[in-house]
Structures are given as C-alpha cells and as structure tokens.
C-alpha cells in the first residue's frame, strides 16, 4: 500500500507550514474536498491530467490537491493563447484550475475550475453551467505516515520547456523527483521552521515552485507570496518584515541593487540571512554589489526543469564562491563530460555538465528525442562548465541553442517557428542582445512583405510576454 507522504500535496501538508498566513494542511485539505464533491472535475481528469494556470498564491497548492494526484501542467499564466492551446492538447489536460482574471485564454470543452475564493469555494464550470463547491472550513489533516518518504513514481507535474526544435516539450516530473529536490534544498539552504520566505517567483516556474513553496513548506516554515514583482515593495518588505530568505533571478536581484544605489545608502536587513539566484548566469559584479549594498552573500545555484530543478548551489555550510555554481546537490552527481564521446574531462578541462540522481526526470509527454540526451544514466543538461576546487563548477557556456531574459529560457527556433506562420514573412533570425538588466534582449530579423507593426502584433498574439521583441528590423523583399 502506497504511503499517502510518498504525494507531493500530501507531504507538503504535514510539513507544518504556511502560505500567506494560511495552513497548507488545510489548502491541501480543500483541493481534496474539492475533488471529493465535484463530479464535473472527477469525470474530467478520468484518463487525463490537470493543468494549473495561477499567479503565485495559496490558490496554487489547492490546485495541486486538487489535482488527483497525477501530473498537473504548470502553465505560465504569461503564456499566450496559442502556446497554453499546444500544452492542453499535447499533455491530454481535461480541468484547468485557474481564476477569472486568466480564464479567457483557456480553449473551449474544457471543465474550468476558478479558485478566486479557495479554500472557502470553487466555481467549477462545463458546458456554460457554473456550478459552486463549499469547500468547507479545515484546519488540518490527520495523516498518517513515514515523515521522509521516498515520493512515489508516479506523475506530479508537466514542466513545458526544452523548444530546442522550435516547440516546447513537456518534461515530466513525479513526487519522487520533486520531494528529493526540496529535500535535498532544505539540507542545502539550511531551512528549518523559523525560517520565512518571500516568494518572488512564478510557481509555474520549477525555481519558484520547488524552492520558494515546497521545500520551505516541507520545513514547517512561512511562504509569503508576491503576485507581481516590484523593487520598492519588495525591499520594503525586506526592511520592515522578518524575511529571512529571498530567491530571484538575476534580473530581481539587479533592480533591488540599483533602487538601493540610487537611494545612496546600504539597505538595513536584519533578518535576511539568506539570498539564493538562479535561473541564469549570474555577473559576479552584481554579486559583489549586492553584498557591498545589503552585508549579504548572493548565493549561486544552478538548475534544469528536467532536474527538478536544482542541481548545483553553494551552500550554507561553505563559504560562498562568487562565480561559481556550486557544488553538486545533496543526492546529485554531477560530472563534465565531452559533449561527443560522454567520456569524462579532467578538471580545469571544458566540457558538458552532466547530472544524474532521484531529481532527473523520467521523460517527456511526446517528442522525447527532440529533448536533452542522456549519456547512459547521465542527463546532457546542454550547458558548459569547467570543474574547479573542490569540486566546484563553473558555468562556462551553452550548446543548446537557446538564451535567458529575465530568468526564462528563450528559444530562437521557436519564435521564428510562430514569426513564419505570419503571412508575407520569408524568413526569420532571433538573436539576442546582451542586457546588464535582464540578461538578454531579444533581436528579430525579418525578411518579407509585412511591417514591423504586423510582426508585433503577430508576436503579442502568439508568444509570452517574456518572448516578446525587443527590436523587430525589417528587411523587404
């Protein structure tokens, strides 16, 4: 009989903590009150997974309860029509949870579940007919079982990621993957129950959801989140509140620097002990103006979604190497490989960085082999390191054929792959443009019978907003 801890929902429940000031024990307790008194969303997920489309918000782990705890499809509430469509039909999604201000977006036929009002109601709606569950009044769960579980086997949640061929792929994660990763982060940060974080970060987003909710959550601590970033409030909270642990990216971490350079002065943080970033390369000068500005260490991870998604961090427990990604993740290996033969380099040698442990993905939805390889039981994570002292990586460049903006992966084929349905468009090239602030910005080169007016506008109809031109140039044919 299957351990109910070995369930990410289940496991986050017992862990103690809260989100916003409310008990994930009882979220988690009305996404299965939800699905216990809703039969439109039973019959709905038959045979088929959820999908979550919410901004960062206790709404989310009702979601996850909620979601029979089978794979749920993070979808980016950033995303457009056409690119939330693709990820629907191609992980066979039957009920999305989401909320009204996002519902819009979601195609036709499908059950829509808008959690405005969770945990008290739900609005579950099929075939125009709006029905309205009492989720009742909970203050917790009574469970029964092994605290530290192995997570089961079995699907947890659908990642879209990898468009390395011009379309994303579903990268499968299952509670054993994502347990052990926030596991292994709680080990690594050092997180215990006094410890409160400000969630700054998509929860659609494995960074934002596997660091800032379910491994703080697993330790009995306090999550509070932010629905929308902004520099001044954040650091406000930062300031007044007991903050104590901060995660972003390094376009995050490059505004709070600048709106404290720009006040003169070093910010006062007593109770921030902790600033983690990832999600893209991180300048090792903004690291040295973060600690100059806050009295802080910026703290360097490295991760995939494949991964869970974190692989490489430098720990609490050592000091902290600026310019490095770290060292391995508690339960991780990671190695540098050459990229044709798989052997592996010595140190100091260039090579791909590899990573195998119980935070690797099992697969894809479909389309694997458009996916990142594996050397045996080695996952190729497409990125470039150099392995240094103590084992620590150095993040050296990539192979796979795609840049960040603002912590997101962007992905050339796919933007010229959406640009050349556009009719008039005979070509396109996606190059990104080197930015201080928000890694890269996004260059398009078209050649066609078409305006630039036209190519945005086919862009903001097509592509997320983080996909977006920067500056579009049109060549005419």
């Not at 019959?43 to 909620?66: D, E, K, T, Y």
């Not at 690291?287 to 494949?306: C, F, I, K, P």
Request: a negative charge.
């Amino acid at each position: 009989m299957r351990d109910p801890l070995s369930l990410l929902s289940l496991a986050v429940a017992a862990g103690g903590g809260t989100m916003d000031g409310l008990p994930g024990s009882a979220l988690v307790a009305a996404g299965i009150t939800l699905l216990q008194r809703s039969v439109p969303l039973v019959r709905a997920l038959s045979g088929r997974r959820a999908a979550i489309m919410l901004p960062p918000s206790p709404q989310f782990l009702v979601a996850l309860a909620a979601s029979e705890g089978r794979g749920a499809v993070l979808v980016n509430p950033l995303a457009a029509p056409p690119e939330i469509a693709h990820q629907l039909s191609d992980a066979n999604v039957g009920a999305v949870f989401t909320i009204e201000a996002l519902a819009g977006a979601i195609p036709e036929g499908l059950v829509t579940v808008l959690l405005d009002q969770a945990p008290r109601t739900a609005r579950v709606i099929q075939s125009g007919t709006c029905r309205e569950v009492d989720l009742g009044s909970h203050f917790g769960l009574d469970l029964e079982g092994e605290q530290g579980v192995r997570g089961s086997d079995e699907e947890a949640v659908v990642v879209y990621t990898s468009a390395m061929a011009g379309t994303p792929l579903g990268a499968i994660l299952t509670h054993r993957n994502l347990l052990a990763n926030a596991r292994s982060t709680i080990e690594a940060a050092e997180m215990t129950d006094a410890d409160h974080m400000l969630a700054l970060l998509p929860l659609s987003h494995l960074f934002g959801l596997t660091v800032t909710a379910i491994a703080p959550l697993l330790a009995g601590g306090r999550v509070s989140t932010v629905a929308r970033f902004n520099p001044a409030r954040t650091l406000e909270q930062l300031e007044q509140g007991d903050i104590t642990q901060l995660v972003g990216v390094p376009a995050i971490f490059a505004a709070l620097v600048a709106l404290l350079e720009r006040r003169g002065g070093k910010a006062s943080l007593p109770n921030l002990r902790l600033a983690i970033c990832g999600g893209a390369p991180l300048d090792v000068a903004l690291q040295d103006r973060w600690a100059n500005a806050t009295g802080t260490e910026l703290r360097q991870g490295y991760g995939l979604s494949e991964a869970s998604p974190v692989c490489l961090f430098n720990r609490v427990q050592a000091e902290n190497r600026r310019g490095s990604l770290g060292v391995p993740f508690p339960g991780v290996q990671a190695t540098i490989r050459n990229p044709d033969s798989g052997h592996e380099v010595p140190d100091g040698v260039e090579g791909e960085i590899c990573v195998r442990g119980e935070n690797v993905f099992p697969g894809y939805v479909s389309n694997g082999e458009q996916g990142l390889g594996r050397h045996g039981e080695w996952l190729r994570t497409g990125d470039l390191g150099v392995r240094g002292e103590g084992g620590s990586i150095a993040f050296s460049g990539v192979l796979k054929p795609m840049f960040t903006r603002n912590g997101f992966n962007v992905y050339p084929r796919e933007l010229e792959r959406a640009m050349l349905e556009l009719r008039g468009v005979k070509s396109v090239r996606v190059r990104p443009i080197a930015d201080a602030m928000h890694e890269n910005e996004i260059l398009l080169e078209v050649t066609g019978s078409v305006s630039e007016n036209a190519v945005r506008d086919w862009a903001a109809k097509r592509l997320s907003a983080y996909k977006q031109p920067s500056e579009v140039r049109v060549v005419p044919v």
